[in-house]
């Protein structure tokens, strides 16, 4: 008999198997020390029922060998439970180097999916299988969460920053995808599904799909905001110094700050320098730039964001 | 002696009027006034959630709409958690019997006992304003920047459990100051029943977990009236930051919600076994060491909130490290039973309930410790099966343990056993089949705080409403023996139980002042080997022979 049939929701994920395999162990080891304990508790209780009248009972109650057995044990099992989830937990948490990036947005009551090539989506998140996707999660009013059961994967999505969650589809079909953190009057409608499509058909579904309202893409509307909203004045796109520092190559560097420390630039990085620029100064820059707290929208940081990731060093 | 405790009036009967009532320093009359109080809160909380599981039985709307729906579960919650199952057992119980237990006249500031009782009733007043002025629709927790920008009353609510901190607290140091200054000659640390050392440990958490709560509450508060950005980002607040504050005090108050209820499984799984507690000191350390390293797990709320992989590695570790206390006293309340003389009266009913509970919502416990588990069960029904189990089967069922072991000390009367056994029986299926079926939910992942649902969990969730239904015909039979034995209840002795603590030494219901005279401690809580009550007097194994015959007597006659 497999329990997880009973239990959990057909695995259709990469990882979703080796979450279950822990369940699956944690699950039988738990019956096995349930009817140890309730078994031994509804023995004893038969056993010593109370048959005749009130009478002294065997002064028995310290066993330290029996004690230190009983704590032993459960310790042990405890930490092979803890290291075998931390070890499946760390994998979820580190996306593949060549994972395709999907910006999912949540809000009031609804998910809507980025592409980089510039296709988005409401609704339905559509993405290739056997190809490793990372989400990109963010929100515009209150907290949601992202998750998807067959996938075993959750993730809140807040509105100050960005988290990440990654999966690999094993099987095409469609997969519900339910915001998981109570978020309003439709919390409960604010549904979603994940197509898992063949990686032929994605790519014809993203060729086909340019719903952007600029009819373009993700970075490329970076690439005009860039210029539009005056980045270009002081940051090149070439590599030659400015004002600040060059976004080619700029994303996923080590860049040693002001103070002495060092921070590698990623999706937070990046927002938060766009929108409180003296929080983090690179080495060797003034502290000059202005926020563009309320200059940008979301939606254009997300933009900017993809932009700057796009300008990759050949 | 005997005749002179016989004779004197009970805490009862004199002084009388309803103002001797308002203005009693009695401890165990203010412990009453909770109970009325408390079990109006309980009342109503109970009857929200069975109109969230009438709503649940299908997808579709049946009684309520979502708004309306959003507001129960909520109230619900909030009810339960900081109205009902916080105060409960030390309130009621804790006030009642823990000056009994150590032989004290009352707790060491009988003042601060009765303020910390119009606390609680001033605190209770701001949550029903909150109820009908808008209501709340936040969820028990208020997590940010949702309850900074409903438009529901969450001010009021907030208010509400800020001021009922105030009252776990003035509890609490009454507490910890009475149990350290008022034992009776005698009673040193480890003959102290394992009720007060739960108590004590309940209590340290009260007074040191209760300001945090505060000061979220009130920030939560400022930022809503004034507008401070601590928690909002559109003010610049960090919503994040909020559930750390949060779960820092409620955390450790799932603590301040078990632990008493572990001690009166002690009390009871012994008196019932008439045997010595296994593991003794074993069980009154664990209360401590889980009182502290319930301070350090706050993060496992938050596996899937964005919080850094290092603190989620760091507060599983912490908690797998405090699920091993819980398990040992298990292991401890089973052990107490081998070798026992083990009798089925409704108290102990509720404990091998608690027994068989408490054991499921500990192993549920280590599955959501899992970090990798975690990921996928996170804000599921498993979650709600889980707390449910926990607070419910655990923290509950010992309530009603303690109700129906104490319930003759304190009014001196009885209920109907048989309805007990029944109840006791219904509640126990009842439970398991709302519930149970909601770890299945779950696991399928079903999320949590949904007013309607997807068409494939409709089946689960209908076997889950039948459930509560059957939890809600039990709770209305226990309610009407329970009053019902207040007025027509069989008197009873001093001891109906035969217990050895020193509560049952003195007259059912007791005198003003507990004990005509102050006990002095000569034998340890739970001595069953060597003693035992024949006719509310103890007989010493190796006492007069006269003790002996006593004892064949009441042998053969129960024999027959």
């Known amino acids: 008999m497999n329990t997880n049939d009973i239990f959990l929701p057909a695995a259709k994920s990469t990882i979703a198997s080796e979450v279950d395999a822990l369940f699956s162990f944690v699950f039988i080891a738990s019956i096995l020390f349930f009817v140890l304990v309730i078994g031994g508790a509804l023995y004893f209780i038969i056993r010593y029922r109370r048959r005749k009248g009130d009478g002294y009972t065997p002064d028995y109650s310290h066993n330290t060998k029996l004690e230190v057995v009983w704590t032993v044990i459960p310790t042990i099992l405890v930490f092979v439970i803890f290291f075998w989830s931390f070890k499946t937990y760390l994998k979820m948490q580190v996306a593949p180097k060549d994972a395709i990036q999907i910006k999912a947005t949540g809000q009031k009551w609804f998910w809507q999916f980025d592409y980089p090539e510039g296709a988005s989506s409401t609704g339905e998140l559509i993405v290739p299988r056997g190809k490793p996707v990372q989400v990109l999660l963010s929100s515009r009013d209150v907290i949601h969460s992202f998750y998807v059961p067959n996938f075993r994967v959750k993730m809140d999505a807040l509105p100050n920053r960005y988290t990440m969650a990654w999966f690999e589809a094993t099987e095409t079909g469609e997969y519900d995808l339910f915001c998981a953190e109570y978020c309003g009057t439709g919390h409960s409608k604010m549904l979603a599904k994940v197509r898992v499509v063949e990686p032929e058909e994605y790519q014809r579904w993203l060729q086909s799909n340019n719903s952007l309202p600029e009819d373009m893409a993700m970075d490329q509307y970076g690439a005009q905001l860039y210029k539009t909203k005056a980045c270009v004045t002081c940051h090149t796109n070439d590599g030659a110094p400015g004002t600040g520092p060059s976004f080619l190559g700029l994303f996923g560097r080590t860049e040693n700050l002001q103070d002495g420390s060092t921070v590698t630039v990623d999706e937070n990085y990046l927002r938060e320098s766009i929108l409180n620029p003296q929080a983090k100064v690179v080495h060797g820059f003034q502290p000059v730039m202005p926020t563009y707290t309320g200059i940008l929208k979301d939606k254009e940081i997300d933009a900017l964001v993809m932009y700057i990731k796009s300008l990759k060093k050949e | 002696m005997t005749q002179a405790i016989s004779d004197s009036v009970s805490y009862l009967d004199e002084p009388k009027g309803i103002k001797s009532w308002l203005f009693t320093l009695d401890h165990k009359r203010i412990g009453i006034l909770y109970m009325w109080s408390i079990m109006v809160f309980f009342f109503i909380g109970g009857m929200m959630a069975l109109i969230v599981r009438t709503e649940l039985l299908a997808p579709e709307q049946i009684l309520v709409s979502a708004d309306a729906y959003n507001q129960l579960f909520t109230l619900h919650g909030a ?482």
């Open chain 2, 79 to 560: 009810i339960m958690i900081f109205l009902f199952i916080i105060p409960g057992i030390p309130a009621i119980l804790g006030n009642y019997v823990l000056p009994l237990m150590i032989g004290a006249k009352d707790v060491a500031f009988p003042r601060l006992n009765l303020a910390s009782w119009y606390v609680y009733i001033i605190g209770s007043l701001f949550a029903i304003y909150s109820l009908f002025s808008g209501a709340v629709d936040t969820g028990w927790t208020f997590y940010t920047p949702y309850s900074t920008q409903t438009s529901t009353s969450v001010t009021a609510m907030t208010l509400g459990a800020f001021i009922l901190g105030f009252s776990s607290i003035f509890t609490g140091i009454n507490f910890i100051v009475t149990i350290h200054k008022l034992r009776a000659p005698g009673m040193t640390w480890f003959k102290m029943p394992l009720f007060v050392w739960a108590s004590y440990a309940t209590a340290v958490i009260q007074v040191l977990a209760t300001p945090v709560l505060g000061i979220t509450l009130l920030l939560l508060i400022f930022e809503r009236v004034f507008g401070i950005g601590i928690f909002d980002p559109a003010l610049g607040g960090d919503p994040v930051l909020y559930q750390h504050f949060f779960w820092f005090y409620s955390h450790p108050a799932v603590y301040i919600m078990i632990l008493p209820g572990m001690g009166i499984i002690s009390e009871v799984i012994t008196v019932f076994s008439r045997k010595k507690i296994f593991g003794y000191t074993a069980i009154a350390y664990s209360s401590l060491g889980i009182a502290l390293v319930s301070f350090l797990v706050w993060g496992h709320h938050m596996f899937t909130s964005g919080q850094s992989e290092l603190a989620a590695m760091i507060f599983s570790f912490l908690t797998f490290l405090v699920g091993i206390p819980s398990g040992i006293k298990m292991f401890n309340w089973v052990a107490t039973m081998y070798k026992g003389s083990i009798s089925f009266e409704s108290p102990m009913l509720y404990t091998l309930s608690f027994l068989f509970l408490f054991a499921i919502g500990g192993f549920t416990g280590i599955m959501l410790g899992a970090l990798s588990l975690d990921v996928h069960l996170h804000d599921t029904y498993f979650v709600v099966a889980h707390f449910h189990y926990v607070m419910m089967g655990g923290t509950v069922m010992a309530f009603l343990a303690g109700v129906h072991y104490w319930w003759p000390k304190i009014w001196g009367r009885m209920y109907n056993e048989k309805l007990a056994r029944i109840s006791a029986a219904l509640l126990f299926i009842g439970f398991n089949m709302t519930f149970f079926t909601q770890f299945i939910l779950g696991t399928k992942g079903m999320p949590r705080r949904y007013y309607s649902y997807l068409d494939q969990y409709q089946p689960l969730h209908a076997f889950s409403s039948y459930g509560s239904f059957i939890i809600g015909i039990a709770f209305f039979i226990m309610g009407y023996y329970l009053i019902h034995a207040i007025f027509k209840g069989q008197r009873v002795g001093k001891n109906p139980w035969g217990a050895l603590t020193l509560e049952w030494t003195t007259t059912s219901p007791p005198p003003p002042h507990n004990f005509e005279q102050t006990p002095v401690v000569t034998d340890g809580p739970y001595d069953y080997d060597r003693i035992m009550i024949v006719g509310d007097e103890r007989v010493y194994k190796d006492g007069p022979e006269e003790g002996k015959e006593i004892a064949k007597e009441v042998d053969s006659e129960s024999k027959k």
